[in-house]
């Protein structure tokens, strides 16, 4: 069974940062596609950050120089570093694992979420 677990939420000031994390258990991460998403109130979930099996990285455009994913695969789990932080930014984030070792960045390609995480940022 897999599971994934978020932690690293929480609320900061505008410029601030916070680091999520994703431990993944029945899964291991090093062989597939894992992604951050976020979804904000009244909008729809978007890929924020995605890597591949190889280690290839995508982000969204809006977060592009300010966070960064990154993997331990010993640790086996998934972290998403995130720097001068926007009130824009605030959302829930979700970790997501696919079954390929290739990445999408649409949820429905994702088969395995955390159940997410608070991030609010105050200007």
């Known amino acids: 069974q897999v599971r994934l677990v978020e932690s690293g939420g929480g609320s900061v000031q505008a410029g601030g940062a916070l680091r999520l994390s994703c431990a993944a258990s029945?899964?291991?991460?090093?062989?597939?596609?894992m992604g951050w998403f976020r979804q904000a109130p009244g909008k729809e979930r978007e890929a924020v950050a995605t890597i591949d099996m190889p280690g290839r990285i995508r982000y969204a455009d809006s977060v592009k120089g300010r966070f960064t994913i990154s993997r331990d695969n010993a640790e086996n789990t998934l972290y998403l570093q995130m720097n001068s932080l926007k009130p824009e930014d605030t959302a829930t984030y979700y970790c997501?694992?696919?079954?390929?070792?290739?990445?999408?960045?649409?949820?429905?390609?994702?088969?395995?979420w955390g159940q997410g995480t608070q991030v609010t940022v105050s200007s």
């Open positions: 997501a694992a696919k079954n390929t070792w290739y990445c999408g960045d649409r949820q429905y390609e994702y088969n395995y």
């Open positions: 029945g899964y291991t991460i090093s062989r597939y596609c």
